[in-house]
């Protein structure tokens, strides 16, 4: 079906408050990323989910930071409490995992402003 | 751990130069690799891979080959475009691992 989507493409928000982003990964993949890409910066991992399930937190910067993924499909990155730091490009990326053949496929991001 | 080093550039281009962007990576096993694009206000797409030594990637004209004896994979072009004008990615992905992304190279191609 229809590649990676991700909502809301920008999101402005103040200091101090909780934002959640979206991730519609593509239909079937099981595996689900989240990645965050600050400005000028490569990529930094924050969480993965295989199925409803997150093998990997390691990345999460800190536990203002939490993700969930239900009925093996969409995923929801929290932030609360945001801060000027948390202000970047957040990408969500899916795959079905099949070991060394696995390929990402990336949304578009969501455009983080934290006032 | 896995690691992927690539040239952070910005590398700067006249329209039909040749184009050259080092990747090497550190890896326990055999990990497959990866080029990844992302045009200017868009999201991170696949160019290329190859998920074995020797195997060859190529796409819009853009190859790159899996040298397993120099854990290398350079991405190169004949002659690039102003459309080229992107950041390049060189990522692995070994069995049971996570992706790892190299820095990011900007490349920027000049009328």
């Known amino acids: 079906g229809a590649g990676v989507s991700q909502s809301p493409s920008n999101k402005v928000t103040e200091k101090g408050k909780d934002v959640e982003l979206r991730c519609d990964p593509i239909s079937g993949h099981t595996a689900l990323y989240w990645y965050r890409q600050s400005l000028g910066q490569g990529l930094e991992f924050l969480i993965y989910?295989?199925?409803?399930?997150?093998?990997?937190k390691s990345g999460l910067p800190s536990d203002r930071f939490s993700a969930e993924r239900t009925g093996g499909s969409v995923s929801t990155l929290t932030i609360q409490r945001t801060q000027q730091e948390d202000s970047a490009v957040y990408l969500c990326?899916?795959?079905?995992?099949?070991?060394?053949?696995?390929?990402?496929?990336f949304g578009p991001g969501t455009r983080l402003l934290v006032l | 751990g896995d690691s992927v080093t690539q040239m952070e550039g910005p590398v700067t281009l006249s329209e039909e130069a040749f184009l050259t962007i080092n990747c090497t990576y550190t890896a326990t096993g055999y990990p497959s690799l990866f080029w990844y694009v992302q045009y200017p206000g868009e999201g991170l797409q696949l160019l290329l891979k190859?998920?074995?030594?020797?195997d060859k990637g190529s796409n819009k004209g853009f190859e790159a080959t899996y040298r397993k004896e120099t854990t290398s994979f350079h991405l190169e072009k004949g002659s690039v475009q102003v459309s080229d004008s992107a950041v390049y990615f060189c990522?692995?992905?070994?069995?049971?691992?996570?992706?790892?992304f190299g820095p990011g190279t900007r490349l920027s191609v000049l009328p």
């Open positions: 190859a998920t074995k030594a020797d």
């Open positions: 989910f295989q199925g409803n399930s997150a093998p990997d």
């Open positions: 990522a692995l992905s070994a069995y049971g691992q996570n992706f790892v």
């Open positions: 990326a899916s795959s079905y995992r099949t070991g060394p053949q696995e390929t990402q496929y």
